[in-house]
C-alpha cells in the first residue's frame, strides 16, 4: 500500500480540516495517481470533500468508528475491519489519502508515499512524519520543480525500507 501527501517545507499538511494550499497541478497528479485505485481516508477527510462525497472512479474505503453505512462509500469501523476489507484488492492499487492521525497510523504499513513538496510555509496545524529524518525511509526520485498557482512544488517518492505486515 501506498500513500499520497502534499506538503509545505516544514511537512504541514492541513489547516482547520482543509489543504494548505490550491494547486492545480498536485489535484492533476493526485487524480493521475489515484483514479480507479481504492482511497483510503479517516472521516474528517471524507467530510472535507465538496458535499462530504467521496471521490469519482475511485473506490473510497473511509475508517469512521461509530459511522453508519452509505451507498457511495465502505465505511469501515476499526483497523481490524479496514485489515479484512483491504485484502480483497490489489495492495499496488490502495492509496492512504489522510488525514494525520491516520497517515500516522498507517504509514509503517506502506511501502511507498508519493510525497509533493511544496516550497512555501501554509502555517499548518497538522503535520505528516518528516521522512527525512526517519530510518526506514529514503526518497529514491524527484522529479523537476514545476510551477503551479504561485507555487514551486516538487513531486518525490519516498521507499520503506522495512514495510510492516497489515
Given at each position: 500500500m501506498k500513500a499520497i501527501v502534499a506538503v509545505d517545507k516544514k511537512w504541514g499538511i492541513g489547516k482547520k480540516n482543509d489543504l494548505l494550499f490550491?494547486?492545480?497541478e498536485d489535484m492533476k497528479y493526485f487524480?493521475?495517481?489515484?483514479?480507479?485505485k481504492v482511497v483510503v481516508m479517516g472521516s474528517n477527510t471524507l467530510k472535507s470533500f465538496p458535499n462530504g462525497k467521496p471521490l469519482?472512479?475511485?473506490?473510497?474505503i473511509v475508517l469512521f468508528p461509530g459511522g453508519e453505512s452509505r451507498d457511495d462509500c465502505?465505511?469501515?469501523q476499526s483497523l481490524e475491519e479496514l485489515s479484512k476489507v483491504l485484502k480483497n484488492y490489489n495492495t499496488e492499487d490502495v492509496f492512504i489519502i489522510g488525514g494525520a492521525m491516520f497517515y500516522k497510523t498507517m504509514l509503517?504499513?506502506?511501502?511507498?508515499?508519493?510525497?509533493?513538496?511544496?516550497d512555501a510555509d501554509g502555517?499548518?496545524?497538522?503535520?505528516?512524519?518528516?521522512l527525512d529524518?526517519?530510518?526506514?525511509w529514503e526518497m529514491v526520485s524527484a522529479l523537476p520543480p514545476v510551477?503551479?498557482?504561485g507555487y514551486t512544488i516538487t513531486f518525490t517518492t519516498y521507499k520503506n525500507s522495512s514495510v510492516k505486515e497489515f
Open positions: 490550491s494547486l492545480p487524480r493521475e495517481k489515484t483514479l480507479n469519482k472512479n475511485r473506490t473510497n465502505t465505511i469501515v509503517p504499513y506502506c511501502s511507498e508515499v508519493l510525497v509533493t513538496k511544496v502555517e499548518a496545524e497538522v503535520f505528516y512524519e518528516n529524518n526517519l530510518p526506514n510551477e503551479t498557482n
